[in-house]
């Protein structure tokens, strides 16, 4: 390579990059060779540079041994394009100038490398630490987890500013290629400049862009990670975030816990039973009370159906008005207790829960049964274990209410296959959404 | 794959209490239901399977697939989707009128019709329209969560103490009578399920085998005499005709002592609020497939939504015109229509598939 | 642009289906729920019926149980009474929860009021699990009645027809669809249960007899109990029986009845009943050794057959027929013209009772 390129390309990278205080060109000299490094110091490792550049530049003796030394490190690649080397020069990797070579120097830092604790999917036995925000950390965490010589690693980009690396891992065995394919489509042709994590891909899954429910499992758990590999998933992990994406997503994912297979079988099972009794009871229960009280007392008991139209002489309000204002009485609740700071959020809760519940009672302004569904309700939703399913479960009972108001029991009945339905008929990159019986994408 | 088969065949079994058939049959207990029912046993079991067996040498196809490949003329081709389609629209819409009926009567009775109407239309446009594949999967989880509670309803009624052998066993003894037709045509229609195959044949993928229909040929015997003996030994081989909807009464006259809703009536119209937008939902997902079958080439979005108001259009029409006395005249009639149109659909169709694929 | 249009559409759709709310949509509190109904003959009036509605009044807080209040009027049909009785409250009646119907004692014994107990099933909102019952002296009186136990109205009368209270063998239930049933059936006749109002109690403990339109035969409470076996309702009954001095007392915990029609040639037909009892004794007069019980159980079977025959006379006498044996002998002969045999038959037949009975101890003491 002639010197005389080295020098224009020196140059124009060296104007592309825009000056600042931590952008470094440095030149070093021995009797015999001549290096120069330019890199960004903020996002550059310099101990590891100068561990493994500049203390062999000074220590090798000969010129050609020290080019040899360069061309056999791991570390170390050779210059391909100008612009893929400005961009690894912007990701951290130091540029290496040495006689008529270009090398890239990988000393990237890693930052934010800790693994950090679940704090989103908790589970009371099990592995109890999530990923970290690097991406070479958390792909450590899922080999750590999963020794297969059949999973693979892709790369890629997503993010027109952002450029945020993207890594696809599947196991080859499981991994249905029809499925990968899609993907692969999806993510080539996503249109976002700043990608900062996988749940940004929630919205644009879609072409319509409101899908009521996530088609995709955000995850922050290494163990569910590993299991959905083993099952033929594919998984997104993103730099800097730490939280993996799971695709195809079905229903059941969302309704399953991982503390689940952490614990003993009927115990298992039965805390998922008890998972999908509370999905229904917080889809339904608004629109039924609603139904029952005011097109159909004659569901209930006698006594019962007496105590509620007692409990309810006071309210002044049709039963829907009722349920809605207590209803946006609890979402206001549960929206305050998350942007509160830990220390005040139980505080609001029992302000809110306990007190105001009483005195809207005392009040008049709604009845003592609408205190106990609401409450079971909000109650039942948050046993929904993926936050992102709960999230949408809970506008999902206002579209039941609404018939319920305007139909009655038939409005509850038809309101909640249409539910059904709708999740049939959403698909996650060609698998349905919901079946009764899931097919292994790879059963042939 | 074999199990897509059967809940087609389910459905029907259990939409007959809300489409007349108890209603005909213990109209005609003393003028040869029994007799009826022992012969459209095996009637309509022989079509089920003949039609079953001729459509599965197709594996994974519906009737437009497969007249696609091998149907020369195009005026028979319309004839026969016409006739078939015709068939499927008609079941679906009198089971929607007929359960609107109900509803009006037992759940929302000073909600005018066309309101009720309304969302059962709103629900199963969108049904519909969704992937043959994916109308089965809504279908097997609705049977899947109503299906053993209705079982278990059933089973209450068998051990009640106040159903009455006597009376059972007292229209039991009219077997003798001379069979009459239209009973005939109402105890064959449990059995009609596999109609839908013209087009539900895409999800079965593998050849039925014979304990399919083993299983199928008693269920539709337990179906029909449960379907006409039940009502009759709670409210007595006198009295069970005069009721307009006697399974709907017969659920009324049962108590679930220790239940949160004592009285089995709405828990009866919940489930079938739900099987019944289903058994409609397939019905016309099958109409509406092969109305688009017929008509392959130049199949387009104006296209479909004139097909789609057209059948509104007609259920609104039924509802408002056909009083629920009507409605059950027209309804036995139909039956009679049906099981003239599906014996010739399946012989013939059988016969062709054997000198086709032989 | 084109989902604008779609938004559009469903809004539409929205607030044409909230206009139209109010088609129905009535909250609990502005209904008034009916717990009982209870049918008089009207008397010193040129009306026909005095119906009465036992309406519940909820009440706001715990403590104080609830109320009701009895609303009555006179009419010529259960539909005028009703409507005129609608202009006389505040809120809708409601009639799903109406358990309890009840027919004045005199209205059973009048015949031609089938139009009442048609109307009841006639009904969409009465459910036909509704218990009927014949009230004496009238329906209001038992309607007035408020036992000190009783937290909602009518609920006692509930618990005691429903068996999840009191569980006695005097009490034959019958719930609306059965006596519709019976009504109709040709070999089977209705029997109601008799309230009867005394101060602050009920007693229920007769049983009155039906032909096809009006009340016949009242059965004693011991006829009750007698029927009550050949019927196999209630297993926990009691038996009086004596021998020589001793007069003893069994507490029965299995009753089995089963019977058959014979009618044989050149022979008078007959039934024969077969009874299984078994139980303890619980109290007697005089000591009863445990070797000897085959003695006393001689005893009471003799007493049994003998009753129960008695039993089977009187309602023969008085041709109906609460058991079903006609329909029983419809239902085991394939002619059609069974019915009017067993028309003929039925006067005649003679009953043959045959009672097994087997004490299995005395109690916990010999």
Redesign the interface.
């Known amino acids: 390579m002639p010197t005389t390129k080295v020098e224009s390309i020196k140059k124009s990278i060296m104007n592309k990059i825009q000056k600042a205080e931590d952008v470094v060109f440095k030149e070093n000299f021995t009797k015999e060779k001549y290096l120069e490094t330019y890199y960004i110091k903020s996002i550059s490792d310099e101990q590891v540079l100068g561990k493994y550049v500049l203390k062999p530049f000074f220590e090798i003796q000969g010129a050609e041994l020290f080019l040899d030394y360069l061309q056999s490190h791991p570390k170390i690649s050779t210059f391909k394009t100008e612009a893929q080397t400005v961009e690894s020069l912007l990701r951290g990797e130091a540029v290496l100038f040495y006689q008529d070579y270009i090398f890239l120097f990988d000393c990237k830092v890693d930052r934010n490398n800790a693994v950090q604790d679940t704090t989103v999917e908790t589970t009371i036995q099990g592995p109890q630490s999530g990923f970290s925000e690097s991406l070479p950390t958390n792909l450590g965490l899922i080999r750590h987890r999963y020794p297969e010589a059949t999973l693979k690693v892709e790369s890629s980009q997503v993010g027109a500013i952002s450029k945020t690396k993207v890594m696809l891992l599947y196991d080859t065995r499981f991994a249905d290629m029809d499925t990968l394919g899609r993907i692969k489509e999806f993510l080539a042709n996503v249109k976002i400049n700043m990608f900062q994590t996988g749940e940004q891909l929630l919205d644009s899954i879609k072409k319509s862009n409101r899908s009521l429910f996530p088609v995709m499992l955000v995850t922050e758990r290494p163990d569910r990670v590993a299991i959905n590999l083993s099952t033929g998933k594919i998984i997104l992990l993103i730099h800097g975030s730490p939280f993996a994406v799971v695709l195809p997503t079905s229903m059941k994912d969302f309704m399953a816990s991982m503390a689940d297979i952490y614990q003993t079988y009927w115990v298992g099972r039965f805390l998922q039973t008890l998972r999908y009794i509370g999905l229904f009871v917080s889809i339904v229960l608004p629109g039924l009370y609603v139904a029952t009280t005011s097109y159909n007392p004659e569901i209930y008991r006698v006594q019962l159906a007496l105590s509620i139209a007692g409990s309810r002489n006071l309210v002044p309000y049709p039963s829907f008005v009722e349920v809605l204002l207590m209803l946006f009485m609890m979402e206001m609740l549960t929206e305050a207790s998350i942007r509160l700071p830990k220390a005040i959020g139980p505080t609001a809760t029992t302000v809110g829960g306990l007190i105001l519940g009483q005195a809207a009672t005392e009040a008049g302004l709604v009845s003592n049964i609408m205190i106990i569904i609401v409450s079971t309700v909000a109650i039942s939703n948050f046993v929904v274990p993926i936050n992102a399913f709960s999230f949408s479960v809970r506008i999902v009972k206002y579209i039941v209410l609404g018939l319920a108001t305007v139909f009655g029991l038939v409005g509850v009945g038809i309101g909640f296959l249409l539910f059904i339905a709708y999740m049939v008929k959403l698909d996650s990159f060609g698998q349905p959404f919901l079946t009764l019986i899931q097919t292994k994408p790879n059963k042939k | 794959m074999n199990r897509y088969f059967f809940y087609l065949i389910l459905t029907n079994m259990l939409i007959n209490v809300i489409i007349f058939v108890p209603k005909i049959l213990i109209e005609y207990r003393y003028e040869g239901a029994v007799m009826g029912m022992l012969i459209a046993i095996p009637i309509g079991f022989t079509l089920a399977c003949l039609y079953s067996k001729a459509i599965t040498k197709f594996p994974g196809q519906g009737l437009p697939e497969i007249a696609d490949k091998f149907f020369k003329h195009r005026w028979l081709t319309i004839l026969h989707f016409g006739s078939i389609q015709l068939a499927v629209f008609s079941a679906g819409l009198i089971t929607l009128v007929g359960f609107i009926d109900v509803l009006t009567r037992f759940i929302n009775p000073e909600m005018p019709r066309l309101l009720l109407l309304s969302i059962y239309l709103i629900a199963i446009i969108f049904i519909i329209q969704l992937p043959t594949e994916r109308v089965m999967y809504i279908l097997e989880i609705v049977l899947f969560m109503n299906t053993p509670l209705i079982g278990f309803i059933v089973f209450k009624a068998f051990t009640s103490d106040y159903i009455s052998w006597d009376s059972i066993l007292e229209v039991g003894t009219h077997l003798f009578d001379r069979p009459s037709l239209k009973a005939i045509a109402a105890a064959s229609y449990v059995f009609s399920g596999y109609a839908n195959l013209v087009i539900f044949n895409r999800v079965i993928k593998e050849k039925l085998k014979v304990w399919n229909f083993v299983i199928i040929f008693f269920m539709g015997i337990f179906n029909l005499f449960t379907t006409f003996f039940i009502p009759i030994g709670f409210h007595g081989s006198d009295g069970a005709q005069e009721y307009l909807y006697p399974w709907i009464s017969t659920s009324d006259s049962l108590r679930l002592v220790y239940s949160p809703i004592e009285r089995v009536i709405f828990i009866f119209l919940l489930f079938y609020m739900s099987i019944t937008l289903m058994s409609i939902s397939i019905h016309w997902h099958s109409a509406f497939e092969l109305f688009k079958g017929t008509f392959r080439k130049k199949e387009n979005k104006k296209m479909k939504w004139i097909v789609l108001s057209a059948y509104s259009g007609c259920a609104v029409i039924a509802v408002m015109f056909l009083e629920t006395i009507l409605l059950n005249q027209i309804t036995v009639y139909w039956m009679i229509a049906r099981l003239g149109v599906e014996v010739v659909i399946v012989i013939s169709f059988s016969l062709w598939a054997r000198r086709q694929l032989a | 642009m084109k989902?604008a249009v779609n938004w559009s559409v469903a809004a539409i759709i929205?607030i044409g289906?909230?206009l139209?709310?109010g088609?129905?949509?009535?909250?609990?509190?502005k209904?008034l729920?009916v717990?009982s109904i209870g049918v008089d003959l009207a008397k010193n009036s040129s009306k026909k019926y005095d119906v009465h509605l036992k309406l519940?009044v909820?009440?706001?807080?715990k403590q104080q149980p609830?109320e009701f209040t009895i609303v009555s009027e006179q009419a010529d049909s259960m539909s005028d009474a009703v409507r005129i009785i609608k202009t006389k409250v505040d809120k809708e009646i409601?009639f799903?929860?109406a358990?309890m119907i009840l027919i004045g004692e005199e209205l059973a014994k009048q015949k031609g009021n089938a139009g009442i107990y048609y109307w009841l099933a006639r009904r969409?909102?009465i459910?036909?699990?509704a218990w009927v019952v014949v009230a004496k002296p009238t329906a209001l009186d038992v309607l007035k009645v408020k036992p000190k136990s009783e937290q909602?109205p009518s609920?006692s009368l509930?618990l005691a027809m429903?068996k999840?209270g009191s569980e006695t063998p005097y009490i034959l239930p019958d719930?609306l669809?059965?006596f519709?049933?019976?009504?109709?059936?040709?070999g089977?006749d209705p029997m109601l249960p008799i309230v009867e109002a005394k101060k602050e109690l009920f007693e229920i403990k007769t049983t009155s007899l039906f032909n096809k339109n009006h009340m016949k035969l009242t059965l004693n409470p011991e006829e009750t109990k007698a029927l009550n076996f050949l019927l196999n309702?209630e297993q926990k009954s009691a038996i009086w029986a004596r021998k020589g001095k001793t007069r003893f007392f069994i507490d029965t915990q299995k009753i089995r009845s089963k019977y058959k029609i014979y009618t044989p040639k050149g022979k008078p037909p007959y039934i024969k009943f077969d009874i299984k009892i078994k139980g303890i004794v619980e109290e007697t007069s005089r000591k009863i050794p445990n070797t000897r019980l085959a003695k006393y159980e001689k005893e009471v079977e003799k007493e049994t057959n003998k009753f129960v025959k008695n039993v089977l006379v009187k309602i023969q006498k008085s041709g109906i027929d609460p058991i079903?044996f006609g329909?029983?002998y419809?239902?085991?002969?394939?002619n059609e013209n069974?019915w009017e045999e067993w028309q003929k038959i039925y006067p005649k037949i003679v009953f043959k009772v045959d009672t097994k009975v087997k004490i299995t101890d005395t109690g916990l003491i010999e």
């Open positions: 989902s929205v289906s909230l139209l709310t088609c129905g949509f009535k909250d609990i509190d209904r729920f717990v519940a909820p009440s706001g807080s609830n409601d799903s929860h358990k969409r909102d459910q036909l699990i909602i609920n509930f429903g999840d719930f669809f059965d519709k049933m019976r009504l109709i059936e040709r089977l309702k079903g329909l029983r419809r239902s085991r002969h394939f069974d």
